[in-house]
């Protein structure tokens, strides 16, 4: 299996037939991976990726150059966090985390992490239902929420541009701090 793609492993999980027969979806069964590609040491190929999404070629490849042309960013195919979540085409600029995409078999999700400034900003959007519930549903971490977001169609990924601007505009700063300076007085 050169492009690290386990079939298998995704039809028993699609299946139910792990965990003991639950469904694969509920929070107290194993979830399908994130990425179709979960093997650490196999890149997956452009090929391969393309093969694997299928019907959802062009929604990936649309949002890919959306964010080229739009912020200029290029993606580079990273293993993610385990083969919970695997290999995905990571965006970032200035070392900062924009977003991930997940190729899988016929759709992709997309990872978005959102600090808790961005949460809120973000409910005040005019967002999609779809998207605004996985915002309000999302579990808060330390470093923000982890939003993964299923696309399935054009309108999927462009549901997703609010979300890719609030990460793409500059990080407030809060007020500028003074420092006290010690004076050495003369006497």
């Not at 085409?89 to 977003?99: K, P, T």
């Not at 977001?149 to 990080?171: D, F, N």
Request: avoid cysteine.
């Amino acid at each position: 299996m050169k492009s690290g793609w386990n079939p298998a492993l995704l039809q028993t999980v699609k299946s139910g037939q792990m965990n003991g027969g639950q469904n694969p979806m509920s929070s107290t069964a194993v979830r399908a991976p994130h990425s179709a590609f979960v093997e650490r040491t196999r890149e997956p190929s452009r090929a391969s990726v393309r093969s694997a999404l299928a019907g959802a070629r062009a929604t990936w490849d649309a949002l890919e150059t959306y964010l080229a042309e739009t912020y200029s960013l290029k993606g580079l195919f990273h293993f993610m966090y385990g083969e919970r979540y695997g290999w995905a085409l990571q965006f970032r600029r200035g070392g900062r985390f924009i977003l991930a995409m997940y190729p899988n078999q016929g759709r992709l999700t997309v990872q978005i992490i959102l600090s808790r400034a961005q949460v809120a900003a973000a409910t005040g959007m005019r967002l999609s239902s779809r998207v605004l519930r996985v915002v309000e549903a999302a579990k808060d971490y330390p470093e923000g929420r982890w939003l993964f977001i299923p696309v399935k169609s054009q309108k999927g990924a462009e549901e997703l541009r609010p979300l890719v601007a609030l990460k793409m505009s500059r990080p407030r700063q809060g007020p500028p701090t003074v420092k006290a300076r010690s004076r050495q007085s003369g006497r």
